[in-house]
């Protein structure tokens, strides 16, 4: 089996779109949030909370021709994998490595809904005005990973990952796999999405959203006896894999090594999840790692701030790991970025592991008694050096991811 490591990554999320930019703001403890003033046209829909990107556009060297088929969703994908790419000093090699040997495995949990309401008024008002030729490749679940294959020319491995909240850790860990059996010699990966009050809407439903709609900066509170739910939030993040003789043979700067993925179904329920199966998740990530519970130094939580969801997964993570590991929650400062939250709360975690600091959870005052017995991070963060880390995030349809880097100092 060949080893994988990260030589570049990017990307956009509602308190930054540089890691510079995202550490400031997480160290000074600055979330995203916001009320949504566009959604108070919304009748029923209960939460008025966003996490939006601020001042996202596309740059002048995008033509109206690369544009036509990507919605925001893609839009944001294909310019977080350019600034990936670049950063790996591979963006400029394109034309000459690109052999078959260079894929994609890229996620999010739906496309544009932009371009999904043109069918819908075609559906309602038996009338196809509106609708053109790009309109489906908008809409699609796949629209990212296509449009960043095609607009960079990459004719290896496509990979679609459509999982919901794991669509971006599954997209870096099928990557992983892909290179580790040999199949491809680099991958870009990772995870988008755009945000849209049909999102908050969906968790509306199940009663999941937070409603502190006269209190933005105080949701979401992952792990606290007082959070009142989950916050929608908006990114994109891509990192950049490569085979170990492959980036050395051409002098890339290597971030860290990707030693383990576990990836599982609960097969129980479509929306509650089940602590047993993210526990087996860890486990299995760990058995891929071949290390011990022992070396992982921090845990990335998925941690969306509602009850059950904390419950489950703080308790599975104690289990597995077997003590009171150092943990924190990405979400409390972005919200839940759906298809993008595992590539994004990866990329971070990454930066964090290099530099031996690990932000807070923001708004965790009163811990939660039924939460598992670990070592929750609050305020400014602290300062860790460790060689593992673990980055875990859990979906709709009981679908489980854990990915674990080490720590690069060759």
Same mark, same amino acid.
């Given at each position: 089996?060949?080893?994988?490591?990260?030589?570049?990554?990017?990307?956009?999320?509602?308190?930054?779109?540089?890691?510079?930019?995202?550490?400031?703001?997480?160290?000074?403890?600055?979330?995203?949030?916001?009320?949504?003033?566009?959604?108070?046209?919304?009748?029923?829909?209960?939460?008025?909370?966003?996490?939006?990107?601020?001042?996202?556009?596309?740059?002048?060297?995008?033509?109206?021709?690369?544009?036509?088929?990507?919605?925001?969703?893609?839009?944001?994908?294909?310019?977080?994998?350019?600034?990936?790419?670049?950063?790996?000093?591979?963006?400029?090699?394109?034309?000459?490595?690109?052999?078959?040997?260079?894929?994609?495995?890229?996620?999010?949990?739906?496309?544009?809904?932009?371009?999904?309401?043109?069918?819908?008024?075609?559906?309602?008002?038996?009338?196809?005005?509106?609708?053109?030729?790009?309109?489906?490749?908008?809409?699609?679940?796949?629209?990212?990973?296509?449009?960043?294959?095609?607009?960079?020319?990459?004719?290896?491995?496509?990979?679609?990952?459509?999982?919901?909240?794991?669509?971006?850790?599954?997209?870096?860990?099928?990557?992983?796999?892909?290179?580790?059996?040999?199949?491809?010699?680099?991958?870009?990966?990772?995870?988008?999405?755009?945000?849209?009050?049909?999102?908050?809407?969906?968790?509306?439903?199940?009663?999941?959203?937070?409603?502190?709609?006269?209190?933005?900066?105080?949701?979401?509170?992952?792990?606290?006896?007082?959070?009142?739910?989950?916050?929608?939030?908006?990114?994109?993040?891509?990192?950049?894999?490569?085979?170990?003789?492959?980036?050395?043979?051409?002098?890339?700067?290597?971030?860290?090594?990707?030693?383990?993925?576990?990836?599982?179904?609960?097969?129980?329920?479509? +929306?509650?999840?089940?602590?047993?199966?993210?526990?087996? $998740?860890? =486990?299995? !990530? *760990?058995?891929? &790692?071949?290390?011990? @519970? /022992?070396?992982?130094?921090?845990?990335?939580?998925?941690?969306?701030? +509602?009850?059950?969801?904390?419950?489950?997964?703080?308790? $599975?993570? =104690?289990? !597995? *790991?077997?003590? &009171?590991?150092?943990? @924190? /929650?990405?979400?409390?400062?972005?919200?839940?970025?759906?298809?993008?939250?595992?590539?994004?709360?990866?990329?971070?975690?990454?930066?964090?592991?290099?530099?031996?600091?690990?932000?807070?959870?923001?708004?965790?005052?009163?811990?939660?008694?039924?939460?598992?017995?670990?070592?929750?991070?609050?305020?400014?963060?602290?300062?860790?050096?460790?060689?593992?880390?673990?980055?875990?995030?859990?979906?709709?349809?009981?679908?489980?991811?854990?990915?674990?880097?080490?720590?690069?100092?060759?």
């Amino acid at each position: 089996m060949k080893r994988v490591v990260i030589t570049g990554g990017a990307g956009f999320s509602p308190i930054g779109s540089s890691w510079e930019e995202i550490k400031a703001n997480l160290a000074e403890e600055k979330t995203g949030t916001q009320y949504m003033t566009d959604w108070d046209i919304y009748d029923g829909l209960t939460t008025r909370l966003g996490a939006p990107i601020k001042n996202f556009s596309m740059p002048p060297h995008y033509t109206r021709k690369h544009l036509r088929s990507m919605g925001r969703v893609a839009q944001l994908g294909t310019l977080a994998t350019e600034q990936a790419l670049e950063s790996a000093g591979l963006l400029e090699e394109l034309p000459r490595l690109s052999r078959g040997k260079i894929g994609v495995s890229y996620g999010s949990s739906m496309g544009s809904t932009n371009a999904i309401a043109v069918f819908g008024h075609m559906l309602n008002q038996h009338a196809t005005d509106g609708l053109n030729a790009n309109s489906y490749l908008k809409m699609m679940s796949h629209t990212a990973a296509v449009n960043i294959g095609v607009h960079f020319g990459l004719q290896g491995r496509i990979i679609t990952t459509s999982s919901a909240c794991t669509s971006g850790s599954q997209g870096i860990g099928y990557a992983y796999e892909a290179i580790k059996s040999g199949a491809q010699d680099i991958m870009v990966a990772g995870g988008a999405e755009e945000l849209c009050p049909t999102q908050a809407a969906v968790f509306d439903t199940l009663y999941a959203t937070s409603t502190c709609n006269d209190t933005p900066e105080c949701s979401p509170r992952p792990f606290d006896r007082d959070r009142d739910g989950l916050v929608i939030g908006e990114g994109a993040s891509t990192v950049v894999l490569e085979e170990l003789s492959f980036a050395q043979a051409r002098g890339a700067t290597i971030l860290a090594e990707i030693v383990g993925y576990g990836t599982n179904s609960d097969g129980m329920h479509v +929306t509650q999840p089940n602590s047993e199966t993210m526990e087996v $998740a860890m =486990r299995l !990530a *760990l058995e891929d &790692a071949g290390i011990n @519970s /022992a070396n992982i130094g921090y845990v990335s939580a998925h941690g969306t701030a +509602t009850d059950r969801g904390d419950v489950a997964e703080t308790q $599975a993570t =104690r289990r !597995a *790991l077997g003590r &009171a590991v150092p943990i @924190s /929650a990405f979400k409390s400062y972005t919200g839940h970025t759906l298809g993008a939250c595992g590539a994004l709360e990866a990329w971070v975690t990454i930066h964090m592991m290099r530099e031996r600091w690990f932000h807070g959870t923001a708004n965790l005052r009163n811990l939660d008694a039924d939460c598992g017995d670990l070592d929750y991070l609050t305020g400014s963060g602290r300062n860790i050096t460790c060689d593992y880390v673990m980055s875990n995030n859990f979906a709709f349809g009981g679908i489980n991811t854990s990915l674990i880097f080490k720590r690069w100092d060759q």
